[in-house]
């Protein structure tokens, strides 16, 4: 089964590009749009630099006849090497361009460019374990991981369809699929006897979220993500995305509060299936003058960022003032924080939703993109006068916690669970079947 993979820049962020840079140890062969014909070939070795203007593509290293405007273009290695992108920036690629196996299809987009590369699902599982899980662990969790990876692309969060694509490459929209490097014989292998099954539910692929670390509990779909058709949230929830505890295998009855949270913090004899990893607890201490310096800045750029101007409400006065406390107003099953509340000296700001929480804290001071995970808590210290001093929050997890986690697969696979019950546990009510 072939897919498409929109190839993002390198901070991962866009589609479309100002040009790309290919080439292939055996050279390339240019064709137009669905044609295999080749228009043009290259020597080995040789690169090609594609570009477009007034949505016509202009390609530099090859001698092609005139390119219709709107007209895309094929490109594929003569031979079995893979195709470089030697423009593209990859995080794990060793610092080398990505390597892609395939044909890379450029299509113009105004005076920029889109790259969508068609692969063979296989293949494109291949890279994404690489990037995913590490090879080190336990086969039935990688044989798990597989069968999520694969299901993903049929079904990612968002609908690709406006970009030419099923899936694209980055972690911050799909899954981390950085080209094929050198694939490890445990991924081959997780990959080759899991070959073609996916997860499904009422006969369609179903949503397969993962993230590495849940602490101790997986979370319910509608508590994390809004619909990313129409912004909705919560959305109407997934039968298949359901609360887990990972203290045992079992249909998950247990709703985790903050103090809870506060208990399995501090208690180091506390085991679930994910406390073995060093993602399980973290904490962040700030002082009241770095969130000072940053946190009103933050929130005015992501009040102007659409996707996430909805789940930020100011004050009736509209300002940020001097930050007093940060409270959890609402939270999900396993604890993870649904609303927030900033109280400042000017009013009380509602922040919504488990990425816009732990995205309020960026700050650039403190070397901190985002919040680990939205499972947190807080402790306050005051001056001589009561003013906020210093903030440290707690936490638990790494990610948004919501259908699968790596590391509780891995302790899972520890304990002797095969990779079908573990997808049966994080992915209740969901079937295994065949692409
Ligand atoms: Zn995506």
């Not at 630099?49 to 530099?60: D, F, P, Q, R, Y």
């Not at 699929?177 to 997860?199: D, M, N, P, Y």
């Amino acid at each position: 089964m072939q897919i498409r993979v929109g190839l993002t820049t390198g901070d991962l962020t866009k589609l479309v590009h100002s040009r790309i840079v290919l080439s292939s140890v055996d050279g390339l062969s240019c064709s137009a749009g669905g044609d295999a014909t080749a228009l043009s070939k290259t020597g080995a070795g040789a690169s090609l630099t594609i570009s477009a203007k007034a949505n016509t593509l202009h390609v530099e290293g090859v001698t092609l006849p005139p390119l219709k405007s709107g007209l895309s273009l094929m490109v594929r290695s003569l031979g079995s090497s893979q195709l470089v992108a030697q423009s593209l920036k990859r995080a794990g690629t060793a610092g080398l361009p990505p390597r892609y196996i395939g044909t890379i299809e450029i299509k113009p987009a105004g005076d920029a460019i889109r790259i969508i590369l068609i692969t063979d699902l296989e293949n494109y599982v291949k890279g994404v374990l690489q990037s995913e899980i590490p090879a080190s662990y336990h086969i039935e969790a990688i044989k798990a991981q597989a069968v999520a990876a694969r299901t993903y692309a049929l079904r990612p969060r968002i609908d690709h369809t406006k970009d030419f694509s099923n899936v694209c490459d980055s972690f911050l929209c799909c899954q981390y699929f950085a080209g094929v490097q050198t694939i490890s014989a445990r991924h081959l292998e997780a990959i080759s006897k899991t070959a073609g099954e996916i997860l499904t539910y009422d006969q369609k692929p179903i949503l397969a979220l993962f993230s590495s670390n849940a602490g101790s509990c997986t979370e319910d779909y509608q508590n994390c993500f809004s619909d990313p058709n129409t912004g909705e949230f919560p959305p109407p929830p997934l039968p298949y995305l359901k609360s887990e505890s990972e203290r045992e295998f079992a249909e998950n009855q247990q709703t985790i509060s903050e103090s809870d949270l506060r208990t399995i913090w501090f208690d180091e004899a506390f085991i679930s299936a994910d406390s073995w990893s060093p993602h399980f607890r973290w904490h962040v201490v700030m002082s009241a003058s770095a969130l000072e310096a940053h946190m009103h800045h933050e929130v005015e750029v992501m009040k102007a960022d659409p996707t996430m101007a909805p789940f930020i409400v100011p004050p009736q006065s509209g300002k940020f003032g001097h930050i007093k406390s940060f409270k959890v107003t609402k939270r999900g099953k396993s604890g993870s924080a649904i609303e927030m509340e900033i109280d400042t000296s000017s009013g009380a700001w509602t922040i919504k939703k488990e990425l816009v929480i732990r995205s309020v804290f960026k700050n650039s001071e403190l070397n901190l993109a985002r919040l680990k995970s939205a499972k947190l808590f807080f402790d306050f210290k005051h001056d001589a006068i009561g003013l906020l001093s210093q903030v440290t929050v707690h936490g638990l997890g790494w990610g948004h916690g919501v259908g699968m986690q790596q590391t509780g697969a891995q302790g899972w696979a520890k304990q002797g669970k095969t990779y079908k019950q573990i997808l049966a546990h994080y992915f209740q009510n969901s079937e295994i079947s065949n692409t």
